[in-house]
């Protein structure tokens, strides 16, 4: 709203019509060429001001569209994967992204797992997944014991990866100990901050421009390398808990393996 006043130099924004508003917008896009994504956030405190609060049923509220640009999953090679995750010097965040890795979970589902979802005989996991959405995600028995011999140091009955909260060694007593009594998995933000400290070890915070490493890229990472395994894709979507095959469809932009088959199979074509 402060940018559309000093747009006009009006001493209200009250008196501006629907075409004073559209050359608004059109100026964000075309002259200050933002992303859509910008112009829609500006295109939706409008509509809020003035359909919602001033009442001016405008016929560009439904007319407008802005659709946000979508980017390809942002991932790092197998060998990076394994560098991040060998960097990682504590016992209970190691233990905790290569689960997040390994079973392509979304950072909530990973902190929120409960010893009592994994089935050691069948070799799965039980995920709570977005929109209460339950599924299954295969385990490897070299993880299964993994987490068993991790679980054994803690032993909270409720969580995998409770939560020591801040001050925890001002308790008097062992890390282990403080987890055990845990009542809560541990934080979202605790986890991100991790990550962030072990990316910045490694000094790949900004590298070449590439996006940055988050806790959803160890996810992406997971797709796209059990299509390169040639994992059926709807296998893959099923366990990314994806409710169609459209957003896994992203991953296979990102397979080298995918590319350097159709370099193989173009060279068989008749005429070479």
């Known amino acids: 709203m402060r940018r559309l006043w000093r747009f006009y130099h009006c001493k209200s924004i009250r008196r501006l019509g629907e075409r004073k508003v559209l050359e608004f917008l059109v100026h964000l896009k075309a002259d200050l060429e933002l992303k859509d994504s910008t112009v829609n956030q500006a295109l939706c405190a409008l509509r809020a001001l003035f359909r919602d609060h001033l009442g001016r049923e405008w016929k560009c509220w439904n007319d407008i569209k802005f659709h946000r640009q979508e980017l390809l999953p942002n991932v790092i090679s197998r060998e990076e994967m394994a560098t991040l995750l060998s960097s990682i010097r504590e016992g209970h965040f190691r233990a905790l992204f290569t689960v997040m890795h390994h079973l392509g979970l979304r950072l909530s589902e990973c902190t929120h ?160």
């Open 113 to 272: 797992i409960k010893p009592g979802h994994i089935d050691g005989k069948r070799l799965v996991v039980r995920i709570n997944g977005k929109g209460g959405k339950i599924r299954e995600v295969p385990i490897s028995e070299e993880l299964l014991v993994r987490l068993r011999r991790y679980w054994k140091a803690h032993r909270n009955a409720e969580w995998l990866f409770p939560g020591v909260g801040q001050g925890w060694n001002r308790k008097h007593c062992s890390r282990a100990e403080v987890m055990r009594r845990s009542d809560h998995p541990i934080s979202s933000s605790s986890v991100q901050e991790a990550l962030k400290e072990v990316v910045k070890s490694l000094g790949w915070e900004a590298r070449g421009g590439r996006r940055p490493i988050t806790c959803h890229t160890l996810r992406h990472c997971y797709g796209t390398f059990l299509l390169e395994a040639g994992v059926s894709i709807r296998l893959v979507s099923q366990y990314l808990g994806h409710a169609s095959l459209k957003p896994t469809l992203a991953y296979l932009h990102l397979t080298e393996v995918s590319v350097s088959k159709a370099r193989g199979e173009l060279a068989k074509f008749p005429g070479l």
